[in-house]
């Protein structure tokens, strides 16, 4: 029985709106995984939900939840099988795992979008105040 050796993958972290890069060893314990995630995305351990895809993938790929070992372990195989492919192909393109934040209080931008659409509304409500003068003088009978 043939023992695949441990193989290194880089992680796209999404942080702040924009990625930082961490090589993960496929051999990494999922408790360690996540406990690296968690101090990247300034969270607990308990409060790290992703999501991940791969690089060769089209963007219109699903991504794909990543909760426990299993998980892992299923994405570093996964992985493996990619990398391998890629490097067959000859092609260019560089490999990497892209993760997604799945937990909606760490994406702030869905709240700016509210916020705005909001503003618009109010701020596009202007008094026509010629008719509202003139409302005021027909009632106090100045006119009409």
Not at 75 to 92: G, H, I, T, V, Y
Request: aromatic share 10%; proline share 5%; with cysteine.
């Amino acid at each position: 029985m043939h023992i695949a050796s441990d193989i290194d993958v880089p992680f796209q972290v999404p942080f702040e709106g924009a990625v930082s890069t961490e090589i993960f060893s496929s051999g990494t314990p999922f408790i360690e995984f996540r406990s690296t995630l968690a101090d990247l995305l300034s969270l607990t351990p308990s409060a790290v939900k992703v999501a991940y895809r791969f690089s060769t993938q089209p963007r219109t790929t699903l991504h794909t939840h990543l909760c426990n070992a299993d998980d892992l372990k299923g994405l570093f195989e996964k992985a493996r099988a990619a990398q391998a492919k890629l490097e067959k192909s000859k092609s260019s393109k560089e490999f990497f795992v892209e993760l997604k934040d799945l937990e909606p209080s760490n994406v702030k931008q869905k709240g700016k979008k509210r916020d705005t659409k909001k503003k618009k509304v109010l701020s596009s409500f202007i008094p026509n105040w010629f008719e509202f003068d003139a409302l005021i003088d027909q009632i106090e009978g100045r006119g009409g």
